[in-house]
């Protein structure tokens, strides 16, 4: 069966502060891998996705940038973190359609 | 760009009723419509999904019903439980990996 490990759980930063979030995907090869951000009460927004290793696509711009350094792993950083990137930070994966989430990390800038 | 619209904004039903979500698009090259679903403080888990091929999926107590002449789908749950009361999001996939959110629908479902 596949598990989906996210990292941290829950995250308070200073705004200006570095970021790095962890996915690890196990149970299944070379899955396409994908971040999420949600708002709280907002709806889903996909912001990178990655088919292979060392290849990520940016869906939107929000001053963050992600890596995949190694098949089961995705890392979602940012340098300098803003007050807008509070939110809920899912990563999914998919072979085929459908796509599944992990359990997320919850982000407090302040 | 609002590309997958979802109506109501929240719905209250009674336990028992059947509760009607509805979910429209704008793109024709959409070709596969999860649903899912969200309690709070959890992530979103995968619900039902129907291809444009057919126009009705049913699992359960929950049924798709897909008009693809007017871009249009609903959510139909009967007998519906406090248990059902979360977010739904209707989400449509853009080629094989860019997924489309509703802004989601919130079903409270009174005992």
């Known amino acids: 069966a596949q598990t989906i490990h996210q990292w941290p759980v829950a995250e308070i930063k200073a705004v200006g502060s570095p970021l790095s979030l962890g996915c690890t995907i196990k149970?299944?090869?070379?899955?396409?891998l994908y971040w999420y951000w949600q708002a709280t009460g907002g709806t889903l927004q996909q912001l990178f996705y990655s088919i292979t290793v060392g290849q990520v696509e940016s869906v939107v711009q929000l001053n963050l940038s992600a890596s995949r350094p190694k098949d089961d792993q995705f890392i979602l950083s940012t340098e300098k973190l803003l007050l807008s990137h509070s939110g809920f930070y899912l990563c999914?994966?998919?072979?085929?359609?459908?796509?599944?989430f992990g359990p997320g990390t919850r982000l407090t800038v302040l | 760009q609002q590309q997958v619209r979802q109506s109501p904004q929240s719905l209250t039903v009674w336990e028992g009723e059947t509760a009607i979500l509805n979910c429209s698009y704008e793109d024709s090259t959409f070709d596969y419509f999860p649903w899912y679903w969200q309690f709070p403080r959890e992530s979103p888990a995968l619900l039902i999904a129907?291809?444009?091929?057919?126009n009705k999926k049913e699992d359960g107590r929950f049924t798709i019903f897909f008009n693809k002449r007017e871009k249009k789908l609903s959510l139909h749950i009967t007998d519906s439980q406090p248990g059902d009361s979360a977010t739904y999001f209707c989400a449509a996939i853009s080629g094989s990996w860019q997924l489309i959110f509703g802004s989601g629908t919130q079903l409270t479902v009174m005992p």
């Open positions: 149970g299944k090869s070379s899955p396409n």
């Open positions: 129907i291809r444009p091929v057919s």
């Open positions: 999914a994966w998919s072979q085929g359609y459908e796509q599944y």
